[in-house]
Every structure is written in structure tokens, then in C-alpha cells.
């Protein structure tokens, strides 16, 4: 398996900051935020057939924000009734493809190769991470999704080529099916890289003049 130079490079960081994450993540696993039971709830009646309802027949009120990860929790109410266990699981890997993802990003936008894994290190050591894995919501997801589009985003920038901005905006749409605001985001990123462009091309014009 040929595994990119800079997870080569930096093994012993990632062994390091994932044994750190997923210590956390036992530690905390038996946590649960209570807002993440509205989305199961949700999941639930939609399993039962009653639709996206708070109250099974009753009135399709859109009490969430989250439609993506009540759709992937719905698909665990298939296999379990109570799908807590796979919840958190699931969880935990957008945590561990988030320190990945963080990493990546790091290696494409820090020149200098002795802070490229640092960002991945500081992020693992918060005990907030490992407890937004585990607590249900989906908070991971949310974070996997807009890193790795905005990864794609800055190769985007560089290569110009159709399949990079493809999947940018594939994960884009991910982030927005993920929570709503996530659009917030995406229209911030787009946006002050604009505010940049026009300001390198304002710069380049009056150096131009001289």
C-alpha cells in the first residue's frame, strides 16, 4: 500500500495524537448530549414509518437541523433498536478522518515541515474532541465534511482541474445536508478568497502603472 509522503514522514505524531484522541473517546464514551435524542427520536418515527415527526401522526414539524445524520441514523434503526452504540461508532471515525483530514491540510498549506503535523497534535489533545465524538451529534461529520471540501477548494486553486472542484463541491453539499448553516461556511470560504482576488489583481494593476 503506497501511503503519501507526509503521513510517512509523520507516523509516530499520528500513533501519538490518535492514541490521545481515542483514549478520550473511552473515556467519554458513556456521555451522551441530550439534544442528540431529538435526532433519534426523528430517526426513529421515520423508521416507523411515520415520516420526519417529533410525535408519531402528528404534524411534520422540522425540529432539526441535522437531515443528513437523521438519515444515517435511521439506516442504524434498521439494523438495531437502539442504535446509540452505532451512533457513537460512527462518530468516532469522522473524529479519527477529521485528525487525517487536518493533517492533509497542514501538509498542503504550511511550507515549513517541522509544524506540518503540529495543528493535527494540539487538536488531538483537547478532551472537547473526543467528547463531541461520542456525543452523539454530529459534530464530526459536520467537521470531516468542510475540511475535506475546503481541501479540495485550496487544490482546486492550484490545478484548476474539473475533477478537484467536482468533489469540493460534493462534499460542499454534504456540509449543507449536514446542518443548514453549514452554508454560512461554504458562502465565508468562496467568498473572502474572492475579497483576495480582487485584491492581488487591484495590487498587480498598480504595480503595473509604474
Given at each position: 500500500?503506497?501511503?503519501?509522503?507526509?503521513?510517512?514522514?509523520?507516523?509516530?505524531?499520528?500513533?501519538?495524537s490518535?492514541s490521545?484522541?481515542l483514549?478520550?473517546?473511552?473515556?467519554?464514551f458513556?456521555?451522551?448530549?441530550?439534544?442528540?435524542?431529538?435526532?433519534?427520536?426523528?430517526?426513529?418515527?421515520?423508521?416507523?414509518?411515520?415520516?420526519?415527526?417529533?410525535?408519531?401522526?402528528g404534524?411534520?414539524?422540522?425540529?432539526?437541523?441535522?437531515?443528513?445524520?437523521?438519515?444515517?441514523?435511521f439506516?442504524?434503526?434498521l439494523?438495531s433498536?437502539?442504535?446509540?452504540?452505532?451512533?457513537?461508532?460512527?462518530?468516532?471515525?469522522?473524529?479519527?478522518?477529521?485528525?487525517?483530514?487536518?493533517?492533509?491540510?497542514?501538509?498542503?498549506?504550511?511550507?515549513?515541515?517541522?509544524?506540518?503535523?503540529?495543528?493535527?497534535?494540539?487538536?488531538?489533545i483537547?478532551?472537547?474532541?473526543?467528547?463531541?465524538?461520542?456525543?452523539?451529534?454530529?459534530?464530526?461529520?459536520?467537521?470531516?465534511?468542510?475540511?475535506?471540501?475546503?481541501?479540495?477548494?485550496?487544490?482546486?486553486?492550484?490545478?484548476?482541474?474539473?475533477?478537484?472542484?467536482?468533489?469540493?463541491?460534493?462534499f460542499?453539499?454534504?456540509?449543507?445536508?449536514?446542518?443548514?448553516?453549514?452554508?454560512?461556511?461554504?458562502?465565508g470560504?468562496?467568498?473572502i478568497?474572492?475579497?483576495?482576488?480582487?485584491?492581488?489583481?487591484?495590487?498587480i494593476?498598480?504595480?503595473?502603472k509604474?
Amino acid at each position: 500500500m503506497n501511503l503519501p509522503n507526509y503521513v510517512k514522514e509523520n507516523y509516530k505524531i499520528i500513533l501519538i495524537s490518535t492514541s490521545i484522541y481515542l483514549f478520550y473517546c473511552v473515556l467519554f464514551f458513556n456521555l451522551t448530549l441530550d439534544d442528540s435524542f431529538i435526532s433519534l427520536r426523528y430517526a426513529r418515527n421515520l423508521k416507523n414509518g411515520f415520516g420526519l415527526t417529533w410525535n408519531p401522526n402528528g404534524e411534520k414539524v422540522e425540529g432539526y437541523s441535522n437531515f443528513l445524520w437523521i438519515i444515517i441514523e435511521f439506516l442504524f434503526f434498521l439494523f438495531s433498536e437502539d442504535p446509540l452504540f452505532l451512533v457513537k461508532t460512527i462518530g468516532i471515525i469522522f473524529g479519527l478522518f477529521t485528525l487525517f483530514i487536518t493533517l492533509k491540510i497542514s501538509h498542503q498549506m504550511i511550507r515549513t515541515r517541522s509544524f506540518q503535523n503540529k495543528p493535527m497534535l494540539m487538536i488531538s489533545i483537547l478532551p472537547a474532541w473526543g467528547y463531541y465524538a461520542v456525543s452523539g451529534l454530529e459534530t464530526m461529520m459536520f467537521i470531516a465534511f468542510l475540511l475535506e471540501g475546503y481541501y479540495y477548494f485550496n487544490k482546486y486553486k492550484k490545478t484548476k482541474r474539473t475533477n478537484d472542484l467536482c468533489i469540493c463541491s460534493f462534499f460542499f453539499l454534504l456540509v449543507s445536508l449536514t446542518r443548514i448553516d453549514g452554508i454560512i461556511f461554504i458562502v465565508g470560504i468562496f467568498g473572502i478568497d474572492l475579497i483576495l482576488n480582487i485584491k492581488n489583481r487591484k495590487e498587480i494593476k498598480d504595480l503595473s502603472k509604474f
